[in-house]
């Protein structure tokens, strides 16, 4: 994967694959720390101990369609060779949380990527979840909590053409603004 956006999808899609109902996907970055910090947090099934130690490993998976899982395993990778780390806490029957942080302003830390992409795929695909998204940097933030959308939209589909694009250009914006300075 070249963009930690992709990344983030490939964990919240494991995070569905666990049964979990709500996922809170968050992007923090710092400049005065020089970080880039992610994590995604789950209410899903959860692992023990010995199958959480496992998911590092390129040559584990849970999966019965493919042998190798890569995801995890190159995220830790990439964010290592950024002076970075991955972690991963999981518990059975209560979630899983995986944290992964870069050196922000290294050279081979690959691009963010396009975020707004990434939670608006992630809310269409998966309207039943209650998705919490959070993008901060500095001292601006953009957060989303799909619960209050769901009470606005009081029934109305998320896929309607007029309301995806509002959510869309919410989301955006919401990023847009955060990156750049404006909100």
Not at 29 to 34: F, H, I, R, V, Y
Not at 141 to 168: C, H, K, W
Not at 174 to 181: E, W
Request: charged letters at 20%.
């Amino acid at each position: 994967m070249r963009e930690l956006s992709l990344h983030l999808l490939d964990i919240a899609e494991n995070s569905i694959a666990a049964n979990a109902s709500e996922i809170r996907v968050s992007v923090i970055e710092s400049s005065l720390l020089d970080l880039l910090q992610m994590s995604v947090q789950d209410n899903g099934k959860g692992m023990d101990a010995e199958t959480a130690a496992q998911v590092v490993d390129p040559f584990y998976t849970s999966r019965t369609t493919r042998k190798v899982g890569l995801g995890i395993p190159l995220l830790k990778e990439a964010a290592e060779a950024c002076n970075g780390f991955l972690t991963l806490q999981s518990e059975p029957g209560v979630g899983t949380r995986l944290d992964v942080q870069f050196q922000r302003s290294h050279i081979d830390r690959m691009p963010l990527g396009n975020l707004a992409d990434t939670f608006i795929q992630l809310l269409v695909m998966n309207p039943s979840i209650h998705w919490v998204f959070l993008y901060k940097v500095d001292d601006r933030e953009f957060n989303m909590d799909y619960a209050e959308i769901q009470e606005a939209l009081d029934g109305v589909s998320l896929t309607e053409p007029p309301v995806l694009n509002t959510i869309r250009e919410m989301v955006e914006t919401g990023i847009r603004d955060v990156a750049h300075g404006s909100g």
